[in-house]
């Protein structure tokens, strides 16, 4: 089976380390062998996003570096896989040696359900997770690595759970890192016709290929009555018939 | 108040406007409801996309060579062109000539570029009364606000409000609900001032520089009375409206209706080349064809940001804007609203609109539904670069700072450990988003997150050397 390299975003890392864990035991389940170059930090999407190119320059050339030798790379997050694979290359500005580099170190970069799905061709990997559950389809997965059907592949084929598409399912969330703080009003705004249309749909979970979107989904619906809970896609793929989702 | 401040200020207010929300969220869908459904008419979208992409690269690449093109050819038939360097000029120059021709009425079709100069408010002042006629536009110059949507002025609107609003200024009953009724009242007072005006004024869509032709697109028929009714027509518009040949209109005429209403062609499109000639019977005796810069020939100049200037005013980024959705038209304080204003104005304007571009979540749906293949979320990007260096100190520092923190493992896993910690102490001690809540501008909207005493790098280690559990995991699990 392959052999895997993990990109563990900042976020998850300090804030949501389960996702990550979810994702680990999804592809040991399958047999992955796994790596974790400790030295990784943070791709520098925060400060790329923010503007402050110059600060994000050092963090892409270190995570190219730490990344050179990896075969392949396999992240909890479409949005900084995105980063990686494709909004690297616009900070190297006239750098050629530069560009190369970053570019190469986007090429072998993917997304968990994209990597399952169109690397592996594995849709089923054995989950059990009795809920109704909705799509939110994060923007950088969806709209900048293409990815709809992977990740509702993947959730079709998981026992007892029943997948129903929510309204707007393809418009943000209105997370956006930075802006989420910078303009709390307007991304809370985006967040309440998000979970109005969560409620409508009737559903016990919201699941996303990107859990920054469920830290703001969940923090708005930490506050709110009604049953919608934030679960990360190889959260739900990690669950098990017999209760596997333990370490 | 600067334009940020009041930016901020509005986005406030109107973001918790849930009758306005409601009426958007409406609107909003049934035209990208009806854009899917045109678009799904052509053979290949997304050819044609890139095609006209290439059409208008190759426009502005050669601004300077097709506007003098168009030029010639205009004024061979007599039309003239004034090349406005700002927008004082521009207005100026429309002023004088109105002056000059003793002109006491303009009608006036739709064209953003006359809410670009603000030529309505200085055409009044000289006590020439001005008349919007696209109706949209003339409700809202009604109520006196500015256009909501560069394609739908009234887009906020009921007909509950039009009803009000007609009652109130053109006397109709207060019963009159029905769209039909509030359409005749506009129009019979339209055609009276059509028919009394010495000057129209239209925008124009495209300029055909080998045909010398203007083309205006509309579906109300107002735009056409404005520039064959009165004696004088004036074309107010940007350079950038420029394409090299007449048979490009094949694609970018569909392109525009369909990205903009969902329409195959809007109702009227019209082709103007000039004055009345000799041998015609009707027409305007003048046509003026004013060609505003105010800003743009220095975009031209940006290889990396000019396909801004590609925008053929569909509005489909506004249609698709959550942001749009949320702080409406006239939260954004100007003339463009939505992604492309948010691009656009700071080049027209200067930095002080440079906020628009950090109020997004980058979400990229502009960009996807694009015609003509603007890269708006990358510009949001590259806007947010040119402005880092203006922000407050506090926000480069910390970016500083953060970049000093993750610029090595082992002191990112360190201060990061510190920082939860200190965090979930600070949280047992601040009620969450209270003024001593240091996530505050988190939990203002939202809860916290539940801070993990382990980070993933902790269980990662533990899990792979359970024997050894090493002294940072140690104290990770008793914090």
Redesign the interface.
């Known amino acids: 089976m392959a052999k895997i390299t993990l990109f563990?975003p900042?976020f998850?890392?300090?804030?949501?380390?389960?996702a990550?864990?979810a994702m680990?035991r999804v592809l040991e389940r399958l047999g992955c062998e796994l790596e974790?170059p400790?030295?990784?930090?943070?791709c520098?999407q925060?400060?790329?996003?923010?503007?402050?190119?110059d600060?994000?320059r050092?963090?892409a050339a270190?995570w190219a570096r730490i990344f050179a030798r990896a075969e392949t790379v396999v992240a909890p997050s479409g949005s900084c896989a995105t980063m990686v694979r494709h909004?690297y290359p616009?900070l190297a500005g006239s750098d050629a040696g530069l560009r190369r580099e970053l570019e190469a170190a986007g090429t072998r970069v993917y997304e968990f359900s994209e990597f399952l799905v169109r690397q592996l061709h594995i849709e089923d990997v054995g989950a059990y997770f009795p809920h109704r559950v909705a799509m939110h389809d994060a923007?950088?997965a969806l709209?900048?690595l293409g990815l709809k059907d992977e990740p509702r592949r993947l959730l079709r084929q998981v026992r007892g759970l029943e997948l129903t598409e929510a309204e707007d399912c393809?418009?943000?969330c209105?997370?956006?890192?930075a802006?989420?703080?910078?303009?709390?009003?307007?991304?809370?705004?985006?967040?309440e016709?998000k979970i109005a249309a969560l409620s409508q749909a009737g559903v016990d979970y919201v699941t996303s290929t990107d859990p920054s979107c469920l830290?703001?989904l969940?923090?708005?619906l930490?506050?709110q009555p009604g049953r919608v809970r934030p679960i990360y896609l190889a959260e739900i793929l990690a669950q098990t018939q017999d209760g596997g989702a333990a370490? | 108040m600067n334009a940020a401040r009041q930016f901020?200020q509005d986005?406030?207010r109107i973001?918790?406007d849930v009758p306005l929300?409601q009426v958007l969220?409406k609107n909003l869908a049934t035209y990208q409801h009806a854009a899917g459904l045109g678009r799904e008419r052509f053979a290949d979208w997304n050819a044609a996309r890139a095609q006209a992409h290439a059409v208008k690269a190759e426009a502005i690449a050669h601004l300077d060579r097709y506007l003098l093109e168009f030029e010639r050819n205009l004024t061979a038939r007599g039309g003239r062109v004034f090349w406005a360097e700002t927008a004082a000029e521009a207005r100026d120059y429309i002023l004088a000539l109105a002056r000059r021709r003793q002109v006491r009425q303009v009608v006036k079709s739709k064209s953003m570029v006359s809410e670009e100069v603000h030529l309505t408010p200085a055409l009044e002042a000289a006590g020439i009364a001005t008349l919007e006629t696209d109706l949209g536009e003339y409700i809202v110059q009604l109520r006196n606000e500015p256009p909501f949507h560069i394609v739908t002025p009234a887009m906020h609107l009921r007909r509950e409000h039009v009803a009000a609003l007609f009652h109130e200024k053109l006397g109709l009953p207060e019963s009159v609900h029905e769209p039909e009724a509030l359409v005749a009242a506009a129009r019979a007072e339209m055609r009276r001032r059509f028919l009394a005006a010495e000057m129209g004024i239209t925008g124009a869509n495209f300029l055909i520089a080998d045909a010398g032709l203007v083309a205006v697109t509309e579906n109300e028929g107002n735009a056409r009375l404005s520039a064959a009714l009165p004696r004088i027509h004036v074309v107010l518009t940007g350079i950038e409206k420029i394409l090299p040949r007449l048979r490009d209109l094949a694609l970018f005429w569909p392109l525009l209706a369909t990205a903009g209403t969902g329409q195959a062609v809007t109702c009227y499109n019209s082709l103007i080349g000039g004055p009345r000639q000799e041998n015609e019977s009707d027409g305007p005796e003048e046509m003026h064809v004013v060609l505003l810069d105010n800003g743009r020939g220095e975009l031209a100049a940006d290889p990396e940001q000019r396909d801004i200037l590609h925008c053929i005013r569909c509005g489909a980024c506004l249609n698709i804007c959550?942001?749009f959705e949320?702080?409406g038209g006239h939260g954004y304080g100007t003339t463009y609203q939505g992604p492309i204003g948010a691009v656009l104005t700071p080049h027209l304007r200067g930095p002080r609109f440079a906020h628009l571009a950090?109020?997004?979540?980058?979400?990229?749906?502009c960009?996807?539904v694009c015609p003509v293949e603007i890269d708006l979320h990358?510009h949001l990007?590259q806007?947010?670069?040119?402005?880092?260096r203006r922000?407050p100190w506090r926000?480069?520092a910390a970016?500083?700072a953060?970049?000093w923190?993750?610029?090595?493992?082992k002191r990112?896993e360190k201060l990061?450990r510190r920082?939860?910690r200190w965090l979930r102490y600070a949280q047992s001690l601040a009620a969450p988003s209270s003024r001593l809540d240091p996530l505050r501008?988190?939990?203002?909207?939202?809860?916290?997150?539940e801070?993990?005493p382990?980070?993933?790098?902790?269980?990662?280690?533990k899990?792979k050397n359970p024997a050894a559990t090493n002294d940072a995991g140690a104290k990770a699990a008793h914090s």
């Open positions: 563990i900042c998850v890392d300090q804030i949501m380390p389960r990550g864990q680990v974790f400790e030295e990784q930090t943070c520098g925060p400060a790329f996003n923010s503007g402050f190119w600060e994000a050092p963090l270190r909004f616009h923007c950088h709209r900048e393809e418009r943000c209105g997370f956006g890192g802006f989420a703080v910078k303009y709390g009003m307007i991304s809370a705004a985006m967040g016709r830290l703001h969940g923090g708005m930490g506050r370490a | 901020e986005a406030r973001a918790v929300h969220k959550p942001i949320t702080v950090q109020a997004s979540s980058l979400c990229g749906a960009t996807s990358p990007l806007l947010r670069r040119d402005s880092s922000r926000e480069q970016f500083r953060f970049g923190l993750a610029g090595d493992g990112f990061g920082g939860r501008p988190w939990t203002r909207y939202r809860a916290a997150p801070l993990p382990e980070s993933f790098r902790d269980w990662w280690r899990r």
